[in-house]
């Protein structure tokens, strides 16, 4: 039997990860009155049309307010949320096409690093039971084996000092070092952290970012890191895409990024982030208010009654090709981009 | 005008055992000043914060030192004469109020009760004190009529905001304001807390571990480790030419989006049990430049004026600067 079943393609040169018109509409409760007299049910539209591909080696970045659909959309990646809409393609094999043990060799190869390392651990396990369970999950050998290597992979050595811990007893730093080890220890492929260092200590972040880099580069996994904050992200990723209201409004080099941003949106999300520089006083804000509820989406661009900028053009929607430099590698979905960076 | 002056003051939680949470701080601020507390969690910045405040939780006890505001002595006033001076003269915004906003009543009656409380107002005075309270933080007075749970966590936090200016205090204190929210909302409510400041000429206390945060709203501010002051001074001085290696650690582990990008340093090790008394310097076992004597005393450095350093200075200043931004400087210590 084993043998006649495929296995995933694991020669496949293309992005380890490709999601192409992704999207994840939620129903609204609606009232049982509402639904009796036949009205329709509207939908949250958290991830309303992505495009995004992550190669082996590279970590991606995902920018953007509370509520703009990052975090869904790192759940459907990973396989925690099934999507409405859209492909996901997993070694350039598509989700849906997927065989029972291909979906298993997918979810044993795309893992995520949660936000609160104080949540996320179960208080009663220790950090071995911890570790174990995704491996008994996925009936795997070498178990000791393979925890121990967890352990120092995730920088926590000697390996015998933590194992029989329990939560309460480790630091902060410590404890989101165990959840990274828990998701190492299936040898994954694809990761994603969605504000991995957001709860940490300024003294630690820096060990835990860098020991995310190491890791990536080092197990050549491909990995989308999720913050609000871009000067997190810069320290982190290769490239980012800016995402508002369920679309990626912006993708580049995070550098170029970082220096030119080029959607209005992403302009105000640069200039929003505080700078250790006494000589900049806080500015006023370029963004009044918070963003409209992604259940009555507006006309044409979805940034368009919050920004600055708009115009008559922008009653039509812009796609990421509405501005892209030569090389085609930094594009928004914004009809005004050279006339705002002549302004 | 000296508005508040908190001199050697000394917190500590009954418990088994006890935890001495502040250890002989002290600073002073000026009418109309911002001054900011930063330090990492569990330095003792909150618990200072809460002394001053009036607010400590019930095992906590001020047990040295004193507190000063307006010229008179408030440390050991009693509950009936805390409550006086608490959100009158002084109030606070904490991280934590943003969901301390009770679930069951409007808007306008919590920020109604907060006035009427202290004053002798009218029902119809303090309704329209209220919208006047919700349109100065940024948001449609008509939303006086909303429960908590239809606003969101920033427009919450505005509200929290206008309930501590309803009695125009001099002094408010805000602990963590912001942390909670993301870049977006925290960059508005930080502007509207600085533009009203500026309008209402009030002094402010602002706690967070964000030194980004403090550049770009305070005018001083005081380093915290382990209970203690490291370093106090104005915010261009210490952020130009800080002194301490703990200052410097933070500086150094702090991204920005400004300017090249370089690597980041971290500070291995773990800050001290504050259930311990400590001879010497609290941040000495994390780090790289101590020396024997840093185990047994803390001396006082004033390189200029109002800048305070608590640091023995092991090696040269400009050399601990140097070496500071590099990341094997902290490695030689013990890994995290």
Redesign the interface.
């Given at each position: 039997m084993a043998i006649t079943e495929q296995s995933l393609n694991w020669d496949y040169d293309g992005p380890i990860m490709e999601v192409t018109g992704l999207e994840k509409h939620f129903p609204q409760s609606t009232g049982i009155i509402h639904q009796l007299i036949g009205g329709e049910t509207s939908h949250v539209k958290a991830v309303d049309g992505v495009d995004m591909a992550i190669e082996s080696g590279e970590t991606m970045g995902l920018v953007g307010?509370?509520g703009c659909g990052k975090s869904t959309l790192g759940e459907v990646l990973i396989g925690l949320q099934e999507p409405t809409g859209g492909s996901i393609k997993f070694l350039g094999t598509e989700l849906d096409s997927m065989s029972d043990s291909q979906r298993k060799e997918f979810r044993r190869n795309v893992q995520m690093i949660f936000q609160d390392p104080y949540e996320s651990l179960n208080p009663r396990f220790s950090v071995e039971q911890w570790i174990r369970e995704p491996l008994e999950v996925h009936d795997m050998d070498n178990q000791d084996e393979r925890i121990y290597e967890a352990l120092e992979r995730a920088?926590l050595?000697p390996p015998e000092n933590y194992i029989g811990e329990h939560p309460h007893e480790l630091?902060?730093?410590?404890r989101q070092?165990v959840s990274i080890a828990r998701a190492l220890v299936l040898e994954p492929k694809f990761i994603v952290a969605d504000e991995p260092v957001s709860m940490l200590?300024?003294?630690?972040?820096?060990?835990i970012?860098?020991l995310l880099r190491d890791l990536v580069d080092d197990l050549d996994m491909g990995a989308l890191y999720i913050s609000?904050?871009?000067?997190?992200i810069?320290?982190m990723c290769d490239r980012t895409s800016v995402m508002y209201l369920g679309k990626v409004v912006e993708r580049g080099p995070t550098?170029q990024l970082?220096k030119g941003p080029k959607h209005p949106y992403a302009r105000?999300?640069?200039?929003?982030?505080?700078?250790?520089?006494?000589?900049?006083?806080?500015?006023?804000?370029q963004?009044?208010g918070?963003p409209p509820d992604p259940v009555e989406l507006p006309e044409g661009c979805n940034f368009r009654p919050r920004c600055p900028f708009a115009a008559e053009e922008c009653f039509e929607e812009p796609g990421l090709d509405a501005f892209q430099t030569a090389d085609g590698e930094h594009a928004a979905a914004c009809w005004r981009v050279e006339t705002v960076d002549n302004m | 005008m000296t508005l508040l002056e908190v001199n050697d003051l000394h917190v500590t939680y009954a418990g088994d055992p006890d935890v001495e949470a502040v250890r002989g701080v002290s600073f002073t601020l000026e009418e109309g000043e911002t001054l900011g507390i930063v330090g990492e969690s569990g330095c003792g910045k909150t618990t200072l914060a809460q002394a001053i405040m009036g607010a400590l939780p019930d095992n906590g006890r001020i047990t040295g030192g004193e507190i000063i505001f307006d010229g008179q002595d408030i440390t050991h006033l009693s509950n009936r004469e805390r409550r006086e001076i608490r959100w009158e003269r002084m109030s606070m915004i904490s991280q934590s109020a943003m969901n301390s906003l009770d679930p069951v009543y409007r808007v306008k009656d919590q920020i109604k009760e907060a006035i009427q409380e202290h004053r002798d107002v009218s029902d119809a005075k303090s309704y329209e004190r209220a919208r006047e309270l919700m349109e100065l933080v940024g948001l449609d007075p008509d939303r006086v009529e909303d429960y908590p749970h239809q606003l969101s966590g920033g427009m919450r936090q505005r509200v929290i905001i206008a309930m501590s200016l309803a009695l125009d205090p001099d002094l408010i204190i805000a602990d963590e304001p912001t942390t909670a929210l993301d870049v977006i909302i925290q960059e508005q409510i930080l502007y509207r807390i600085k533009e009203l400041q500026r309008e209402l000429g009030n002094s402010m206390v602002m706690v967070t571990h964000d030194i980004s945060v403090v550049a770009e709203t305070c005018d001083s501010m005081v380093v915290m480790y382990g209970g203690e002051l490291m370093e106090s001074g104005n915010v261009d001085e210490i952020f130009n030419n800080a002194h301490h290696p703990y200052t410097l650690g933070l500086q150094n582990a702090f991204p920005s989006v400004e300017g090249e990008k370089r690597d980041l340093t971290s500070i291995p090790g773990s800050p001290p049990d504050l259930s311990e008394p400590l001879e010497g310097c609290p941040f000495a076992s994390r780090c790289p430049f101590a020396a024997p004597e840093c185990e047994e005393t803390v001396p006082v450095q004033e390189p200029v004026d109002g800048h305070r350093v608590r640091c023995h200075e092991p090696v040269p200043f400009e050399q601990i600067r140097d070496r500071s931004g590099e990341d094997e400087t902290w490695l030689s210590q013990n890994k995290v």
């Open positions: 307010e509370s920088e050595t630091s902060g730093g410590e070092r200590d300024v003294s630690v972040r820096a060990s970012l860098n609000h904050d871009l000067s997190l810069r320290q550098e970082i105000a999300l640069l200039d929003a982030v505080p700078v250790p520089n006494p000589d900049h006083n806080i500015s006023e804000p963004l009044e918070e | -």
